[in-house]
């Protein structure tokens, strides 16, 4: 069964696109803001994604960045009012799969919604994660480090998840920024490094080594050995 994320601020065009998806056999959920709607494309593996382009907190665009560096590669159908050629490719090379401008008929939404929901999955669902002793569960938003449960903020896990998938590559500053907080513009300068601080804090033992490596001016890499 074809799982679709609708992520619209305008109640009523977001309940008649659900209705109407609904009709059509697809399991439908909605979020009215970007950031809600960034955190659930990262926490459950939906087929698809419709999005709108103007959104509270964060822009469209910026969350299929973000889905983009994270690499998640769920098809992305992107809604907006915006009719330039300049918008469509900018939602495009954002990393959009498809765009339709705002008004659009019922059956052309439909059309295009059949035409992604049938390209194969791109991403498998990870029931977990585990680089070392640490497992981080997507599904439960629950890290471990060897038995101890380690408590976690939402960004705290996003930030730590888009290491731990790739134990031991280097990410830079601005990657993570686009993965974590899909470059909003009110993000304080020194966000990177207060998560890496406050996941230190509460990852790290005493004696060990940081699991957390900084790569003087390059970035930030997770160590997935065990202290040693």
């Not at 056999?25 to 970007?34: K, N």
């Not at 918008?87 to 765009?99: E, I, P, T």
């Not at 585990?130 to 480090?145: E, Q, S, Y």
């Amino acid at each position: 069964m074809t799982r679709i994320l609708l992520v619209e601020d305008e109640a009523w065009m977001a309940r008649m696109l659900a209705r109407v998806l609904r009709e059509e056999g697809y399991v439908v959920e909605t979020v009215a803001d970007g950031r809600s709607g960034f955190a659930r494309a990262t926490e459950v593996a939906f087929d698809l994604i419709v999005l709108d382009w103007m959104l509270p907190d964060r822009s469209g665009v910026q969350i299929v960045r973000g889905l983009r560096a994270a690499e998640i590669d769920v098809p992305v159908l992107m809604l907006t009012a915006r009719e330039q050629v300049e918008d469509r490719v900018a939602g495009l090379d954002a990393g959009a799969d498809d765009y339709l401008p705002k008004p659009f008929a019922l059956p052309e939404l439909l059309a295009r919604v059949r035409a992604l929901a049938r390209r194969p999955a791109a991403r498998q669902v990870e029931a977990s994660v585990t680089a070392g002793d640490l497992t981080l569960d997507p599904v439960r938003h629950a890290v471990r480090r060897g038995d101890d449960l380690v408590d976690l903020t939402a960004r705290e896990f996003a930030f730590l998840h888009a290491l731990v998938r790739r134990p031991g590559q280097v990410f830079s500053r601005s990657v993570l920024l686009d993965a974590v907080w899909g470059y909003r513009a009110d993000v304080a300068s020194n966000a990177v490094e207060v998560c890496v601080s406050h996941l230190r804090k509460k990852l790290d033992r005493n004696g060990e080594p940081s699991r957390i490596r900084t790569i003087r001016g390059v970035g930030y890499a997770f160590d997935p050995r065990d202290g040693r």
